[in-house]
């Protein structure tokens, strides 16, 4: 064992993990950023802990590979804030945070708070350091934590309040485990059985679908889930976290369910007599708060946390393993049992319906521009191996319906959640992902959370381009304030979800990056691609239309 510092030890073990950037705000590892000078390790300063989290979160989901961020015990409780997403999202996130030491507990020291609770309900782990001889076991133990099993952000506190303990010198064991250095850390298979009994209820069903959702992105599980697809004919929809995993031209695939989703896809899962979701946890969201489909439906869950098979559907068959590894054992035991043509012409014509009727608004000229023809533009403007970041609420409801990409070699990356989560994030992705070209999406409400952060991109050399659809408001809110004044708003109810006119492309020259502001819906293709070729940071602000409202989700009316 080698006599070193804390710092020296926590810089080596992130190296050797392959970790390749650091998202921090002083003064949090100071002496381990010190002992990177000499590593390829890109160490980024960031204007705020929440932001910092969210670019670790970015980095995470892009590259497979643990995220790390920092930050002093005076901001835990700002970056504990900034892990919720990562938790939302099933992201292998480690965050370091400075904590008390032990021997200025209870005597008011600067800036003392116990901070650790905070952090008990935003990770997956939460684990404090108070001797550096400890760092050798939980510095293992956080990776493992954060890429075994569901994966999930971990916290690490240090001792002192910006973790003072990486100043101590011990005798330390540099043991890195390459198993959990990347998601995921194994692979488990089902119980045998349990694919037979899958595979029986398959080769049964009339009207089967695939919803193949987020968990399956980690697994790297697309090109399985496809293949049974193709194998049986059954058509296969992605939840808005797998948005990129089928491409939008696949004779199969009929959008994305849910809260988010187009109406075709709704209609068709509500018509299934078996629904097999792959990856994806059934929650409230991709379900439309469990009425699609109805209760009734019968349901095959794989995933690889068993806790979560059968949790709000009662499931014909659960099959507890690695997304990949099962697919591939349950396309073994498959056979096809009779034609499913009619039933994908059904669920087609579903999807071809449904097309027709928003054909005007995606080529509508209209100035404000309206979303669908902005998604429509950008989907045909970018490159074939674009990696899209994008934020919540609207955003990602017409990026899912109407950003439609053909290519097998993009990738979607969206938010669990947290409006203003896109901007930074597409930040760590460029991070993890420096020769890919990377595009954020995302509404003026949620750019104004960390636009601060422009600044940090041009500094930090992360050319990424960011669309926003600037309608000068929070316009997701309408109908919340319309409900709230019983259908009939007071001239004052602007208030609350109304902002003042302000021009992000003139912000983003301010701070050193390109800045292109569009007000004609045929100028939004080549804005981008300028934007792209420009190998700088850059804003691509479309004006947008104050009143255009996402489409709700559609439901089966009640008889």
């Excluded at 008390?100 to 905070?118: L, M, W």
């Amino acid at each position: 064992m080698a006599k070193m510092t804390g710092g020296r030890f926590i810089a080596e073990f992130l190296e050797k993990a392959g970790v390749t950037a650091v998202f921090f705000v002083p003064t949090m590892l100071s002496r381990p950023l010190a002992e990177m000078d000499n590593m390829k390790i890109k160490r980024v300063l960031c204007h705020g802990e929440k932001a910092a989290a969210y670019m670790a979160d970015g980095y995470a989901r892009a590259s497979g590979r643990p995220g790390i961020c920092g930050s002093q015990a005076v901001g835990a409780a700002n970056i504990a804030a900034g892990l919720r997403d990562a938790l939302m999202g099933s992201s292998p996130v480690i965050c370091f945070s400075g904590g008390r030491k032990s021997s200025e507990k209870h005597k008011g020291a600067y800036q003392e708070n116990d901070d650790y609770p905070i952090f008990e309900k935003l990770t997956k782990a939460n684990l404090q350091v108070d001797e550096v001889t400890r760092l050798p076991d939980l510095m293992r133990q956080a990776f493992r934590e954060a890429t075994s099993g569901n994966p999930g952000p971990v916290n690490l506190q240090l001792a002192g309040n910006h973790g003072q303990i990486e100043d101590h010198v011990a005798e330390l064991e540099l043991i890195v485990e390459p198993a959990y250095t990347q998601v995921p850390a194994f692979r488990p298979a089902p119980d045998p059985d349990s694919v037979k009994e899958a595979a029986k209820h398959i080769m049964a069903a009339k009207k089967p679908v695939i919803v193949i959702g987020g968990g399956a992105r980690l697994s790297g599980a697309a090109p399985e889930a496809i293949a049974l697809a193709e194998k049986l004919s059954i058509p296969i929809a992605t939840s808005v976290a797998a948005y990129a995993l089928v491409p939008e031209n696949h004779p199969l695939y009929f959008g994305v369910p849910g809260s988010y989703s187009r109406d075709c896809t709704n209609k068709a899962i509500m018509e299934a007599d078996l629904v097999i979701y792959v990856g994806s946890s059934t929650g409230g969201q991709v379900t439309h708060f469990w009425q699609v489909p109805a209760a009734s439906t019968k349901v095959i869950q794989i995933g690889i946390d068993p806790s979560d098979l059968g949790r709000t559907y009662p499931n014909a068959a659960s099959l507890a393993g690695d997304a990949k590894v099962s697919l591939k054992l349950l396309i073994e035991q498959v056979t096809r049992s009779g034609d499913n043509a009619a039933w994908v012409d059904e669920v087609q014509k579903l999807v071809k319906t449904w097309r027709g009727e928003i054909a005007n608004l995606r080529n509508s000229d209209q100035a404000p521009v309206r979303p669908e023809r902005l998604m429509k533009e950008l989907g045909e403007a970018m490159p074939d191996n674009a990696l899209v970041v994008c934020d919540t609420g609207h955003t990602a409801m017409w990026a899912v319906q109407q950003l439609w990409v053909d290519s097998k070699n993009w990738d979607f990356i969206r938010c669990a959640g947290s409006l203003g989560w896109g901007f930074p994030a597409a930040i760590g992705v460029k991070a993890a992902c420096p020769d890919r070209p990377v595009i954020c999406i995302c509404g003026d409400g949620g750019f104004w959370y960390h636009v601060q952060e422009l600044e940090t991109a041009v500094r930090c050399n992360l050319p990424v381009v960011t669309v926003v659809n600037n309608n000068n408001a929070l316009n997701q809110e309408h109908s919340i304030f319309e409900d709230a004044y019983d259908g009939k708003p007071s001239a004052k109810s602007t208030e609350m979800w109304h902002h003042n006119k302000v021009s992000f492309a003139a912000i983003a020259e301010s701070m050193g990056a390109l800045g292109i502001r569009v007000e004609k819906a045929a100028d939004i293709g080549p804005a981008v691609k300028k934007a792209l070729a420009s190998g700088r940071t850059a804003v691509v602000e479309v004006m947008g239309d104050i009143e255009a409202y996402a489409p709700k989700a559609w439901t089966k009316k009640k008889t």
